[in-house]
Protein backbone atom coordinates (compact mmCIF):
# COMPACT_ATOMS: atom_id res chain seq x y z
CA UNK A 1 0.00 0.00 0.00
CA UNK A 2 2.64 2.20 0.54
CA UNK A 3 3.89 1.88 -2.97
CA UNK A 4 0.22 2.98 -4.60
CA UNK A 5 0.02 5.60 -1.81
CA UNK A 6 3.31 6.74 -0.40
CA UNK A 7 2.04 10.75 0.94
CA UNK A 8 0.21 8.80 3.18
CA UNK A 9 2.15 7.50 5.77
CA UNK A 10 -0.17 5.44 7.62
CA UNK A 11 0.77 2.47 5.77
CA UNK A 12 4.54 2.49 6.13
CA UNK A 13 4.03 3.26 9.88
CA UNK A 14 1.93 0.17 9.93
CA UNK A 15 4.88 -1.77 8.18
CA UNK A 16 7.53 -0.58 10.83
CA UNK A 17 5.58 -1.26 13.66
CA UNK A 18 5.24 -5.19 12.11
CA UNK A 19 8.70 -5.09 11.67
CA UNK A 20 9.92 -4.19 14.86
CA UNK A 21 8.04 -6.47 16.73
CA UNK A 22 9.11 -9.02 13.42
CA UNK A 23 13.10 -8.82 14.93
CA UNK A 24 11.87 -9.88 18.19
CA UNK A 25 10.99 -13.04 16.75
CA UNK A 26 14.04 -14.03 14.99
CA UNK A 27 16.48 -16.41 17.09
CA UNK A 28 19.87 -16.65 17.38
CA UNK A 29 20.16 -19.01 15.06
CA UNK A 30 18.35 -17.75 12.56
CA UNK A 31 14.92 -19.16 12.60
CA UNK A 32 11.70 -17.65 13.15
CA UNK A 33 9.10 -18.12 15.70
CA UNK A 34 6.57 -19.09 13.54
CA UNK A 35 3.45 -18.42 16.06
CA UNK A 36 3.09 -16.10 18.67
CA UNK A 37 -0.06 -16.11 21.11
CA UNK A 38 -0.55 -13.46 23.63
CA UNK A 39 -2.75 -14.39 26.85
CA UNK A 40 -3.40 -12.52 29.60
CA UNK A 41 -0.32 -10.33 29.08
CA UNK A 42 1.68 -13.14 29.01
CA UNK A 43 3.40 -14.60 25.89
CA UNK A 44 3.53 -18.01 23.93
CA UNK A 45 6.39 -18.76 21.61
CA UNK A 46 5.70 -22.20 19.52
CA UNK A 47 9.29 -22.98 18.58
CA UNK A 48 9.25 -24.85 15.33
CA UNK A 49 11.45 -24.34 12.31
CA UNK A 50 8.92 -22.90 9.22
CA UNK A 51 10.49 -22.13 5.85
CA UNK A 52 7.17 -20.00 5.53
CA UNK A 53 7.19 -17.94 8.15
CA UNK A 54 10.99 -17.84 8.18
CA UNK A 55 10.83 -17.09 4.53
CA UNK A 56 8.07 -14.32 4.57
CA UNK A 57 10.15 -12.19 7.28
CA UNK A 58 13.31 -12.14 5.45
CA UNK A 59 10.79 -10.67 2.21
CA UNK A 60 9.50 -8.42 5.22
CA UNK A 61 12.33 -7.01 6.19
CA UNK A 62 14.02 -6.59 3.09
CA UNK A 63 11.48 -4.55 1.91
CA UNK A 64 11.30 -2.83 4.84
CA UNK A 65 15.10 -2.03 4.07
CA UNK A 66 14.67 -0.78 0.60
CA UNK A 67 11.96 1.77 1.40
CA UNK A 68 13.38 3.07 5.21
CA UNK A 69 17.71 2.32 4.58
CA UNK A 70 17.08 1.73 8.17
CA UNK A 71 20.26 -0.82 8.87
CA UNK A 72 17.97 -2.74 11.34
CA UNK A 73 15.99 -4.23 9.14
CA UNK A 74 18.74 -5.23 7.35
CA UNK A 75 20.49 -6.92 9.67
CA UNK A 76 17.83 -9.27 10.62
CA UNK A 77 17.40 -10.11 6.99
CA UNK A 78 21.30 -11.10 6.84
CA UNK A 79 20.47 -13.06 10.24
CA UNK A 80 17.50 -15.31 8.15
CA UNK A 81 19.42 -15.10 5.25
CA UNK A 82 22.59 -17.06 6.56
CA UNK A 83 20.15 -19.91 7.89
CA UNK A 84 18.41 -20.33 4.74
CA UNK A 85 22.06 -20.38 2.69
CA UNK A 86 22.90 -22.98 5.26
CA UNK A 87 20.06 -25.10 5.38
CA UNK A 88 20.18 -25.05 1.12
CA UNK A 89 23.82 -26.06 1.43
CA UNK A 90 23.11 -28.53 3.86
CA UNK A 91 20.08 -30.12 2.60
CA UNK A 92 20.16 -29.14 -1.25
CA UNK A 93 17.50 -26.79 -3.04
CA UNK A 94 14.88 -29.40 -1.87
CA UNK A 95 13.83 -28.00 1.93
CA UNK A 96 12.17 -29.86 4.90
CA UNK A 97 11.11 -28.28 8.00
CA UNK A 98 8.97 -29.36 10.99
CA UNK A 99 5.92 -28.57 8.93
CA UNK A 100 6.36 -30.26 5.71
CA UNK A 101 9.43 -32.77 4.29
CA UNK A 102 11.54 -31.76 1.21
CA UNK A 103 9.20 -30.34 -1.34
CA UNK A 104 9.00 -27.73 -4.21
CA UNK A 105 6.41 -24.96 -2.58
CA UNK A 106 8.90 -24.46 0.44
CA UNK A 107 11.68 -24.62 -1.73
CA UNK A 108 9.96 -21.73 -3.28
CA UNK A 109 8.97 -19.79 -0.39
CA UNK A 110 13.14 -19.96 0.55
CA UNK A 111 13.89 -18.75 -3.50
CA UNK A 112 10.99 -15.90 -3.26
CA UNK A 113 13.17 -14.39 -0.02
CA UNK A 114 16.02 -14.15 -1.41
CA UNK A 115 14.92 -12.77 -4.26
CA UNK A 116 13.61 -9.72 -2.19
CA UNK A 117 17.04 -9.99 -0.34
CA UNK A 118 18.80 -9.58 -3.63
CA UNK A 119 17.26 -6.63 -4.92
CA UNK A 120 18.65 -5.03 -1.93
CA UNK A 121 21.61 -6.29 -1.40
CA UNK A 122 23.78 -7.96 -4.74
CA UNK A 123 25.36 -10.19 -2.55
CA UNK A 124 26.32 -12.73 -5.02
CA UNK A 125 25.82 -15.69 -3.08
CA UNK A 126 21.67 -14.85 -2.75
CA UNK A 127 21.56 -15.21 -6.92
CA UNK A 128 23.40 -18.68 -7.05
CA UNK A 129 21.45 -19.69 -4.83
CA UNK A 130 18.31 -19.03 -5.93
CA UNK A 131 19.36 -19.78 -9.76
CA UNK A 132 19.57 -23.79 -7.70
CA UNK A 133 16.33 -23.55 -6.24
CA UNK A 134 15.05 -22.08 -9.56
CA UNK A 135 16.14 -24.82 -11.74
CA UNK A 136 15.18 -27.91 -9.44
CA UNK A 137 11.91 -26.59 -9.70
CA UNK A 138 12.17 -26.89 -13.87
CA UNK A 139 13.29 -30.01 -13.60
CA UNK A 140 10.27 -30.76 -11.46
CA UNK A 141 7.67 -29.20 -13.40
CA UNK A 142 5.55 -32.00 -16.12
CA UNK A 143 6.20 -31.03 -19.22
CA UNK A 144 3.89 -33.25 -21.44
CA UNK A 145 1.98 -32.57 -23.88
CA UNK A 146 0.33 -35.66 -24.58
CA UNK A 147 -0.86 -35.39 -20.15
CA UNK A 148 -2.42 -32.06 -20.64
CA UNK A 149 -4.45 -32.60 -17.37
CA UNK A 150 -0.94 -32.81 -15.45
CA UNK A 151 0.97 -30.55 -18.26
CA UNK A 152 2.42 -27.04 -16.34
CA UNK A 153 1.87 -28.14 -12.90
CA UNK A 154 4.89 -29.24 -10.45
CA UNK A 155 5.40 -32.71 -9.64
CA UNK A 156 4.23 -32.09 -5.92
CA UNK A 157 2.12 -29.47 -6.30
CA UNK A 158 -1.42 -30.94 -6.72
CA UNK A 159 -3.15 -27.42 -5.57
CA UNK A 160 -4.23 -24.51 -7.71
CA UNK A 161 -2.53 -22.43 -4.34
CA UNK A 162 0.74 -24.23 -4.42
CA UNK A 163 0.65 -24.21 -8.57
CA UNK A 164 -0.38 -20.71 -8.88
CA UNK A 165 2.36 -19.27 -5.77
CA UNK A 166 5.97 -21.15 -7.76
CA UNK A 167 4.26 -19.34 -10.84
CA UNK A 168 3.66 -15.87 -8.88
CA UNK A 169 7.69 -16.18 -7.75
CA UNK A 170 8.92 -17.60 -11.10
CA UNK A 171 7.15 -14.01 -12.59
CA UNK A 172 9.62 -11.97 -9.72
CA UNK A 173 12.25 -14.12 -10.61
CA UNK A 174 12.12 -13.48 -14.33
CA UNK A 175 11.89 -9.86 -14.00
CA UNK A 176 14.62 -9.57 -11.82
CA UNK A 177 16.87 -11.76 -14.16
CA UNK A 178 15.62 -9.75 -17.15
CA UNK A 179 16.33 -6.40 -15.48
CA UNK A 180 20.37 -8.01 -13.61
CA UNK A 181 20.91 -9.22 -17.38
CA UNK A 182 21.14 -12.90 -15.92
CA UNK A 183 21.41 -15.82 -18.65
CA UNK A 184 19.16 -18.60 -19.35
CA UNK A 185 16.13 -16.26 -18.40
CA UNK A 186 13.69 -17.55 -20.95
CA UNK A 187 13.43 -20.61 -19.15
CA UNK A 188 11.81 -19.36 -16.67
CA UNK A 189 9.32 -17.40 -18.64
CA UNK A 190 8.41 -20.44 -20.91
CA UNK A 191 7.92 -22.51 -16.78
CA UNK A 192 5.06 -19.46 -16.62
CA UNK A 193 3.69 -20.09 -19.52
CA UNK A 194 2.97 -23.84 -19.10
CA UNK A 195 1.79 -22.91 -14.97
CA UNK A 196 -0.65 -20.22 -16.41
CA UNK A 197 -2.10 -22.79 -18.96
CA UNK A 198 -2.86 -25.14 -16.03
CA UNK A 199 -4.11 -23.13 -14.02
CA UNK A 200 -6.34 -21.52 -16.63
CA UNK A 201 -7.37 -25.17 -17.49
CA UNK A 202 -8.25 -25.54 -13.65
CA UNK A 203 -10.55 -22.04 -13.22
CA UNK A 204 -14.55 -22.48 -12.78
CA UNK A 205 -15.85 -21.25 -16.04
CA UNK A 206 -19.78 -21.83 -17.85
CA UNK A 207 -18.59 -24.98 -19.60
CA UNK A 208 -17.56 -26.50 -15.99
CA UNK A 209 -19.26 -25.97 -13.80
CA UNK A 210 -22.77 -26.95 -14.57
CA UNK A 211 -23.00 -29.31 -11.78
CA UNK A 212 -21.79 -27.55 -8.64
CA UNK A 213 -23.57 -25.73 -6.98
CA UNK A 214 -24.13 -21.53 -7.31
CA UNK A 215 -21.67 -21.68 -10.53
CA UNK A 216 -22.18 -17.96 -11.20
CA UNK A 217 -20.10 -17.31 -7.69
CA UNK A 218 -17.93 -20.35 -8.78
CA UNK A 219 -16.47 -18.17 -12.39
CA UNK A 220 -13.03 -17.29 -12.34
CA UNK A 221 -12.30 -19.23 -8.93
CA UNK A 222 -9.54 -21.95 -8.83
CA UNK A 223 -10.55 -25.55 -8.66
CA UNK A 224 -8.71 -25.81 -5.03
CA UNK A 225 -7.39 -29.37 -6.83
CA UNK A 226 -8.83 -33.02 -8.08
CA UNK A 227 -10.49 -34.33 -5.09
CA UNK A 228 -12.83 -31.65 -4.28
CA UNK A 229 -14.81 -28.56 -6.10
CA UNK A 230 -14.25 -25.30 -3.51
CA UNK A 231 -12.32 -22.61 -4.59
CA UNK A 232 -9.76 -21.22 -1.73
CA UNK A 233 -8.97 -17.20 -1.94
CA UNK A 234 -5.57 -17.46 -1.15
CA UNK A 235 -5.62 -20.19 -4.88
CA UNK A 236 -7.34 -17.39 -6.77
CA UNK A 237 -4.93 -14.57 -4.95
CA UNK A 238 -1.73 -16.53 -6.00
CA UNK A 239 -2.72 -17.72 -9.54
CA UNK A 240 -4.01 -14.30 -10.40
CA UNK A 241 -0.79 -12.41 -9.39
CA UNK A 242 1.30 -14.93 -11.56
CA UNK A 243 -0.95 -14.47 -14.38
CA UNK A 244 -0.64 -10.57 -13.80
CA UNK A 245 2.88 -11.05 -14.19
CA UNK A 246 2.83 -12.80 -16.92
CA UNK A 247 0.29 -10.36 -18.77
CA UNK A 248 3.20 -7.72 -17.77
CA UNK A 249 5.93 -9.63 -19.51
CA UNK A 250 4.12 -10.43 -22.74
CA UNK A 251 2.49 -7.26 -23.29
CA UNK A 252 0.41 -7.55 -26.51
CA UNK A 253 1.95 -10.76 -27.67
CA UNK A 254 -0.27 -13.47 -28.35
CA UNK A 255 1.18 -17.03 -27.67
CA UNK A 256 -0.64 -20.25 -28.41
CA UNK A 257 -0.13 -21.94 -24.95
CA UNK A 258 -0.34 -25.38 -26.60
CA UNK A 259 -0.92 -27.01 -29.50
CA UNK A 260 -2.51 -30.36 -30.23
CA UNK A 261 -1.96 -30.99 -34.01
CA UNK A 262 -4.71 -33.27 -35.58
CA UNK A 263 -2.88 -36.81 -36.43
CA UNK A 264 -2.35 -37.12 -40.01
CA UNK A 265 -5.13 -39.44 -42.09
CA UNK A 266 -2.49 -41.76 -43.58
CA UNK A 267 -1.62 -42.29 -39.83
CA UNK A 268 -4.83 -43.02 -38.39
CA UNK A 269 -6.17 -45.24 -41.08
CA UNK A 270 -3.70 -48.22 -40.35
CA UNK A 271 -5.35 -47.97 -37.01
CA UNK A 272 -8.85 -48.11 -37.20
CA UNK A 273 -7.81 -51.14 -39.65
CA UNK A 274 -6.39 -52.34 -36.82
CA UNK A 275 -9.04 -51.86 -34.17
CA UNK A 276 -11.76 -53.35 -36.95
CA UNK A 277 -9.73 -56.95 -37.44
Given at each position: MNQHEPQNRV?????????????TMIKDD???IPVARCKDGAWTLKDKQSF???GQVLSALSRLYGVTGDSHYLDGAHKIAELLLSEVAEQGPLVADDYRPANSISSSWVMM????LAKVDPAPVYRKT?????DVLLQRQIVSHSDLFSHGRYLDAMTTSGNGWINEVMGEWYNFCSQQQLTDCQHYREAMWRTSRWLIQNAYNPQNSYDIANPDRAHGGMITNFNTWTVRTD????????LISLLAIEGNNKRTLVSLPEQPLREILPLLRAGNE
Amino acid sequence: MNQHEPQNRVYLDAAKAAGNWLLTMIKDDGNVIPVARCKDGAWTLKDKQSFLYTGQVLSALSRLYGVTGDSHYLDGAHKIAELLLSEVAEQGPLVADDYRPANSISSSWVMMSLIDLAKVDPAPVYRKTIIEIADVLLQRQIVSHSDLFSHGRYLDAMTTSGNGWINEVMGEWYNFCSQQQLTDCQHYREAMWRTSRWLIQNAYNPQNSYDIANPDRAHGGMITNFNTWTVRTDAVCHALNGLISLLAIEGNNKRTLVSLPEQPLREILPLLRAGNE
